[in-house]
């Protein structure tokens, strides 16, 4: 799995660092399209609920060891060049903990918002899947459709590994529904 992995990684970062492409813009007025990466923005709380390890892979093929996860994030509106910090936690159905921070931007193309995030953290496996180690590394990207009343409902693909820290790096791919609540 290592090239997804790699591919991962320079996606994600190809995304934050891109930012010094774009326009910068104000965020969109809630029905208004929009086109470029929002300089600040309203906090929002970001609720995902999805399947964890959708991808595992064994020689074999996919292992079929998919569980579901619960996910919740914290975005902070004010930003520097369009970048903003986040932290977050998540908890799958097998007992295994995340928690997280990082770096996040919000892309607007017409009525949606795509928003990549990279981030470290820490991985608690208990019962779950054992990502090698400890310390992990977060990248994820939603692409939502921002509503009238401001808040985003969409699709998230999230990746977790140790950035080969350990011995061995596993990781695992999730996938989820999510809903996006500005306060």
């Not at 936690?89 to 921070?101: C, E």
């Not at 770096?103 to 193309?109: E, K, R």
Request: aromatic share 10%; hydrophobic share 45%; charged share 20%.
């Amino acid at each position: 799995m290592k090239l997804s992995r790699l591919t991962a990684a320079v996606f994600a970062a190809s995304l934050l660092a891109g930012c010094a492409m774009f326009e910068l813009i104000d965020e969109p007025r809630p029905g208004t399209p929009g086109q470029g990466l929002v300089r600040e923005g309203a906090n929002r709380v970001v609720f995902g609920a999805g399947v964890f390890d959708a991808l595992s892979e064994t020689e074999d093929g996919i292992d079929g060891q998919a569980t579901g996860v619960l996910q919740a994030d914290l975005r902070y509106g004010g930003r520097l060049l369009g970048l903003g910090p986040a932290a977050g936690a998540m908890l799958n159905a097998d007992g295994g903990i995340g928690t997280f921070a990082g770096l996040f931007a919000d892309f607007s193309v017409g009525y949606l918002m795509i928003t990549p995030m990279l981030g470290a953290g820490a991985w608690f496996a208990s019962g779950s899947k054992d990502l090698g180690g400890t310390f992990l590394v977060r990248t994820e990207v939603d692409i939502a459709y921002v509503r009238e009343d401001g808040i985003r409902i969409g699709l998230r693909w999230g990746h977790l590994s140790n950035a080969n820290v350990h011995n061995e790096n596993p990781s695992e791919e999730d996938f989820m529904f999510t809903v996006a609540v500005p306060f």
